[in-house]
């Protein structure tokens, strides 16, 4: 039998649930469909928010040839060959034969390549469907044909009203006698996807009904037929990166009980402990730095132990070390630092080793003065003597500045002590020092 999401699927915009901003009365869609016209567009969202069903209707509501495409499938050859039946299906003054290519993130460069003569003669009017972030999975000369319309996670009163719905004009659903109905627990579980949330209301109806069609909907039978993680994560999707983020900014941000949450949500999508590890060492550098050294020596450790002891254990010492890290003082002063020469690398010429740092293991370099005045800092009071250790024509610049807190501010003090810091000149708009 066909599955229930594909038996109740809308063939109007009215029938549509969710997506306002593209199908109201206000909406981009809409408004072109009203038109008859429609331009190459994405559809960017969630699984199961209705990228496959808007494209059957904008098809079936414009009446023009329709063609699908999974990505997931189909080859260049394939994309090729229906192109081509596609442009020979064009009726002339009736507009170009839709394309919906589903998961079109999955083509490779070359595939994507081939779509864009077909775009750009109108050979086609390209419909793409999408899961990832597009600025980063299609080509952006394709991307540049197109419009991107962005699809939002449905409500829970929009999957609440196509769960009536389905239960009010099934053919199947319709004849139940419904008891009750746990519309949070379908919810839940259907992970905010409405085709898994309308499969799971079937499978639930059939395990269900004991033969007298009287069937309730109870958070039990869900769970037991379900049978998933509840929670929406996908680990290889831009989930997976909202959240990294939205983690990474708690921490960064001070707040434990935000980061701990976002923690949590990745480990129960099951995210890879190893990875959030990685991230905490990048950040202890990155946003902790020189505020608290100790932060790099824990989130390596933690790196470690996670290694060692894996799941689900490891989510102790992850938890340990985010805590750690979310109430630590904060500096970005090393992470600037670096930046600030990377660029003064990258945008100045390749200046040369002063001699006097130069090494020199032979006669003939100790000859040519390499080594020559250089002065040998543990022979001096304090294991200090000023020299100058940039190139000429940069001496003297300073890249790393010491932030506002108090290891940093001993840090300043011994640089004030050697370098004479509060001497700083302004020399060609830029911070220097005095060697």
Avoid at 68 to 83: F, H, N, P, W, Y
Avoid at 237 to 251: L, P, R
Avoid at 268 to 273: H, L, T
Avoid at 299 to 307: D, K, L, P, T
Wanted: with cysteine; aromatic share 8%; proline share 6%.
């Amino acid at each position: 039998m066909q599955p229930l999401a594909d038996r109740i699927r809308p063939v109007t915009l009215d029938d549509f649930y969710g997506q306002q901003h593209l199908v109201g009365e206000q909406g981009i869609v809409r408004k072109n469909i009203s038109r008859g016209f429609i331009p190459s567009f994405l559809l960017w969202g969630p699984p199961g928010v209705g990228k496959t069903t808007l494209a059957g209707i904008i098809a079936h509501l414009l009446d023009r040839p329709y063609y699908t495409l999974s990505a997931v499938d189909s080859g260049v050859k394939q994309l090729r060959e229906i192109i081509e039946k596609a442009d020979k299906s064009r009726v002339l003054d009736h507009g170009s034969p839709l394309l919906f290519i589903d998961e079109i993130h999955r083509f490779s460069k070359s595939q994507q390549d081939s779509l864009l003569n077909a775009v750009e003669k109108g050979k086609i009017t390209l419909i793409g469907a999408t899961t990832e972030n597009p600025s980063f999975e299609v080509i952006s000369p394709l991307l540049s044909r197109m419009q991107v319309y962005r699809m939002n996670p449905l409500s829970e009163k929009e999957l609440t009203e196509i769960i009536d719905r389905a239960l009010k004009t099934d053919p199947y659903l319709s004849k139940l006698k419904i008891r009750y109905v746990d519309y949070t627990s379908l919810i839940k579980f259907g992970g905010g996807d409405a085709r898994r949330t309308l499969n799971l209301l079937e499978q639930v109806a059939h395990q269900a009904n004991d033969g007298s069609n009287e069937v309730q909907f109870t958070e039990d039978i869900i769970r037991e037929t379900a049978r998933v993680n509840p929670m929406n994560y996908d680990k290889k999707g831009e989930q997976h990166y909202d959240m990294i983020s939205a983690f990474i900014k708690s921490v960064r941000g001070g707040d434990p009980d935000a980061a701990i949450y976002w923690l949590a949500r990745m480990l129960n999508g099951g995210e890879d402990p190893v990875f959030i590890a990685r991230r905490l060492i990048i950040l202890a550098s990155e946003d902790i730095g020189l505020a608290n050294p100790n932060a790099l020596l824990l989130a390596n450790n933690c790196f470690q132990a996670v290694h060692h002891i894996g799941m689900p254990e490891a989510r102790i010492p992850l938890a340990q070390t985010t805590i750690y890290l979310a109430t630590s003082p904060k500096s970005n002063s090393a992470y600037t630092a670096i930046n600030k020469a990377m660029a003064k690398v990258k945008n100045s010429e390749s200046h040369i080793v002063p001699l006097h740092l130069r090494n020199a293991p032979t006669k003939l370099m100790r000859d040519m003065d390499y080594g020559k005045e250089y002065k040998y800092p543990h022979n001096y009071p304090g294991h200090f003597t000023r020299q100058s250790y940039l190139p000429e024509e940069i001496k003297g610049t300073q890249f790393y500045q010491p932030q506002n807190n108090q290891a940093e501010k001993r840090i300043q003090e011994q640089l004030n002590k050697w370098w004479n810091h509060p001497n700083q000149s302004k020399k060609d708009g830029k911070t220097t020092r005095e060697p």
